[in-house]
C-alpha cells in the first residue's frame, strides 16, 4: 500500500488531493504536503532507512512520490562535520556543519528540492519545467531537467552573479534575464504558469518541492545517531528551509525513530535582506516586505512566501534570529574556510557569522549541540571575494629567492592581521 499522501490548506484545512497548486482556492492561504504517518509506521524505519541509497531517496516514504518511484535524480546525503576549530574560534565546544556546500548534483540544498519537485513534475505530465530564482535554484532545475529530459525556462534578476548564470545554460536550460528582483520575477513566473500549463517548481510545485527539505533534518538526526541537536541554525530565504527542518524532526518524534526534544531554531539573514528576522525581533509574525541590497543574493527574497510561518518556528522553538553585514559574510566565509576546509558561498557567509553572534551574545550556550547549515558552494560566488587576496608577484625558480619571498611576508604579516574583522569577536557587533 502507497502511504498517503496530500495537498492540505495550512490555513483552513481544506485538502485537493494531489495537482499542481500551492494556494488554497477558499482562503489564499499556502498549501502543504501532509503525509499520512501512520501509514508509514513499520516502513520508516532505522532499518529500513539504512538499507536505502546514499541519497536523500533513502527517506522516500515519507517523501511526496508514489511508492513505486524509482528516483532518476539523486541528491542529498551530505558530510555533518564536527566544526573545532571554528568552534574554538567562535567559543562553541559541540559545532556541527552540515554541509551541503557539497550537495549533488548542483553544489547546493536546492538540489533536494528540485529532485521531489521534478519527481511530481513528471507524475503530473509537464514537459516543460521552469522557476523563479536567485541562481542555486536555477541551477539544480537546469541539472535535473536535462537528466530528465524535460524542456527548462529558468526566470532569474538580471544582476545575477555570473558563475550562476553559466552553471544554468551549460545545461540547456533557456535562461530569461528579467530587469527587475527576484520578487518581481516571482511574480511574472505565477503568471507564465498558469499561462502555459507549465511546472513550475517554486510556484505550481511548490508544496512538493518544499517537502525536499525535510531531507536535511532527517539527514542530521540519523548522522548525529538517531538524536536530536539542541540548536539549528538555518539560512532563509523564502523561509521554506528551516519550517522543514523543523517538520522533518516531529515526523521523527512521531514515528519514535528518535526520542522527543524540543530543538531551537535560530534564523540567518543578511541585513540588506533580513524581513524575516526583523519580524523575530519585533516579536511578529507579520512580514515587513523588504528591497534586498546584499551580496548574499541567494538569500535575497524581499517578500518571503513562507517568512510568516519561519517567525513562528523560531518564536514556537524558543529560538531567535539574526541577520548580519556583507563585510561580516565575507570575512565568515573565509573564517569556516580556514577553519574547517569549507568553501561557502555568501549565504554560508551569512549563517557562519550569524552562529558566531548567536554564541557571543550568549543565545546559544558553549557546550549546546548546535547544527550550522552551510547550503551553498563558495565557487559560485567568488566574486564576493573579489580584492580580498593580492596576485602575488612571480619569483623565479631558486631558492634564494623563496628564502627572500619568506622573508618579506613575514613582514606584511602583522598588517594583515590588524586589518582583518573577527567573526563574533570584540571587533563586530
Ligand atoms: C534558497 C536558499 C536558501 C534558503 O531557502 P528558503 O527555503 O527559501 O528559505 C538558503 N541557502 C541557499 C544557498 C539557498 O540557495
Ligand atoms: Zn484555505
Redesign the pocket.
Known amino acids: 500500500m502507497a502511504v498517503a499522501y496530500e495537498l492540505r490548506c495550512r490555513e483552513c484545512g481544506k485538502t485537493y488531493g494531489n495537482t499542481p497548486l500551492s494556494i488554497c482556492e477558499d482562503c489564499f492561504s499556502p498549501l502543504e504536503v501532509q503525509c499520512d504517518l501512520e501509514a508509514a509506521r513499520g516502513r520508516f524505519t532505522r532499518e529500513a532507512i539504512a538499507r536505502g541509497p546514499s541519497s536523500m531517496w533513502r527517506y522516500q516514504s515519507l517523501l511526496p512520490v508514489p511508492e513505486d518511484y524509482v528516483p532518476a535524480t539523486p541528491a542529498g546525503w551530505t558530510p555533518l562535520l564536527q566544526a573545532p576549530r571554528l568552534g574554538r574560534r567562535i567559543g562553541a565546544n559541540n559545532l556541527f556543519i552540515k554541509n551541503?556546500a557539497v550537495c549533488l548534483p548542483t553544489l547546493?540544498?536546492?538540489d533536494r528540492?528540485v529532485s521531489v519537485a521534478l519527481a511530481n513534475a513528471q507524475i503530473f505530465g509537464f514537459d516543460t519545467v521552469g522557476c523563479s530564482s536567485?541562481?542555486?535554484?536555477a541551477n539544480a532545475v537546469a541539472a535535473q531537467a536535462a537528466r530528465l529530459g524535460l524542456k527548462a525556462y529558468i526566470l532569474v534578476p538580471a544582476d545575477l552573479e555570473p558563475a550562476k548564470i553559466l552553471n544554468t545554460q551549460v545545461y540547456g536550460a533557456k535562461l530569461v534575464r528579467i530587469d527587475g528582483n527576484y520578487d518581481h520575477v516571482n511574480r511574472l513566473c505565477s503568471q507564465i504558469a498558469e499561462r502555459f500549463n507549465w511546472g513550475f517548481v517554486?510556484v505550481n510545485l511548490r508544496p512538493y518541492y518544499?517537502e525536499g527539505?525535510k531531507t536535511v533534518g532527517f539527514e542530521i538526526a540519523e548522522q548525529l545517531g538517531w538524536r536530536l541537536p539542541d540548536n539549528v541554525v538555518?539560512?532563509?530565504?523564502?523561509?521554506?528551509?528551516?519550517?522543514?527542518i523543523r517538520k522533518a524532526f516531529k515526523e521523527l518524534i512521531e514515528l519514535g525513530l528518535v526520542k522527543e526534544k524540543e530543538v531551537r531554531f535560530f534564523g540567518a539573514q543578511a541585513t540588506g535582506c533580513s524581513p524575516i528576522s526583523t519580524a523575530v525581533k519585533a516579536g511578529t509574525e507579520a512580514i515587513e516586505p523588504q528591497r534586498p541590497s546584499t551580496i548574499a543574493r541567494?538569500?535575497a527574497?524581499g517578500n518571503?512566501?513562507?517568512g510568516p510561518y519561519?517567525a513562528r518556528c523560531i518564536r514556537e522553538s524558543g529560538g531567535w534570529a539574526e541577520d548580519v553585514s556583507d563585510v561580516e559574510i565575507v570575512s565568515a566565509i573565509q573564517e569556516l574556510a580556514e577553519t574547517e576546509g569549507v568553501f561557502t558561498?555568501?549565504?554560508?557567509g551569512?549563517?557562519t557569522a550569524v552562529t558566531a553572534r548567536l554564541y557571543a551574545h550568549g543565545r546559544i550556550k558553549p557546550d549546546e549541540l548546535t547544527v550550522a547549515?552551510i547550503?551553498?558552494n563558495g565557487l559560485k560566488t567568488t566574486d564576493a571575494l573579489a580584492g580580498a587576496y593580492e596576485t602575488e608577484q612571480a619569483i623565479r625558480p631558486r631558492l634564494t629567492d623563496f628564502e627572500a619571498y619568506l622573508e618579506e611576508l613575514d613582514g606584511d604579516k602583522g598588517d594583515r592581521e590588524r586589518d582583518r574583522v573577527l567573526v563574533g569577536g570584540a571587533n563586530v557587533r
Open positions: 551541503d547546493s540544498f536546492k528540492v536567485t541562481g542555486n535554484l517554486n518544499a527539505s538555518v539560512p532563509m530565504a523564502g523561509g521554506s528551509l528551516i519550517t522543514k541567494s538569500l527574497i518571503p512566501a513562507d519561519a558561498e555568501t549565504a554560508g551569512v549563517t547549515c547550503t551553498g
